[in-house]
C-alpha cells in the first residue's frame, strides 16, 4: 500500500504525526507538504493528494487541514475521489467497509494526535466489504459520469 498524504499549515502538525505513524508502521508514503506552518491554500493541497489517487500512483490518500471539511471538499471534485472526514474509528472503518473512502480527511483543531493516530490506523486496516455496498458506491460513480466527469 501506498500512500499519498499532504496538509495545508492548519494541519501541519497533525499530517507530520500521521507521517511518523506510517514510518514507523513500516507503510510507504509520499509527503507532498506543506513544508511548514506558513500559510498556504488547502484546495491545492487537497488536488495534489485526490490526483495523485485518481491517477493510480497511489492506493490512498490522507489530508489534514484546521478542520478537514476545506480538504475533503475539494478533494471530492476529483474524479474517482471518496474523501470522507472522520472524526472517530467507527465512522472510519464504516468509511472503508461502505463507502470505499480512498482519501480519510481529518482536522488538527478538531481532535488530538492520539485520536488521530487510531483513526489512521483503523482506516488503513479496514477494507471494502463489497456487496450491497458495491452497487451503493457504483452509483456514486454513476453521478459523476452524468455529469461527464471520468472515473476510476
Ligand atoms: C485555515 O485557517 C483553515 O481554514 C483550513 O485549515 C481548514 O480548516 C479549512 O477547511
Not at 510507504?28 to 506543506?34: H, I, L, P, T, V
Not at 489534514?64 to 471530492?76: D, K, L, Q, R
Request: with cysteine; hydrophobic share 45%; glycine share 12%.
Amino acid at each position: 500500500m501506498k500512500i499519498a498524504l499532504a496538509s495545508d499549515h492548519g494541519g501541519f502538525k497533525l499530517k507530520e504525526e500521521i507521517a511518523g505513524l506510517l514510518g514507523e508502521a513500516g507503510i510507504k508514503y509520499e509527503d507532498f507538504g506543506a513544508f511548514s506552518e506558513e500559510a498556504v491554500d488547502y484546495p491545492d493541497l487537497a488536488l495534489v493528494v485526490a490526483e495523485a489517487v485518481c491517477k493510480g500512483d497511489f492506493d490512498r490518500g490522507i489530508l489534514c487541514c484546521g478542520t478537514g471539511i476545506g480538504v475533503s471538499i475539494a478533494a471530492n471534485k476529483v474524479p474517482g475521489i471518496r474523501a470522507a472526514l472522520c472524526h472517530d474509528t467507527f465512522s472510519a472503518r464504516a468509511a472503508r467497509e461502505h463507502n470505499c473512502a480512498n482519501v480519510l480527511a481529518m482536522g488538527q483543531r478538531v481532535i488530538g494526535m492520539g485520536l488521530a493516530r487510531d483513526i489512521v490506523s483503523t482506516w488503513l486496516g479496514a477494507e471494502f466489504l463489497s456487496g450491497r455496498h458495491a452497487r451503493r458506491v457504483e452509483k456514486i460513480t454513476a453521478i459523476e459520469q452524468k455529469y461527464n466527469r471520468c472515473s476510476r
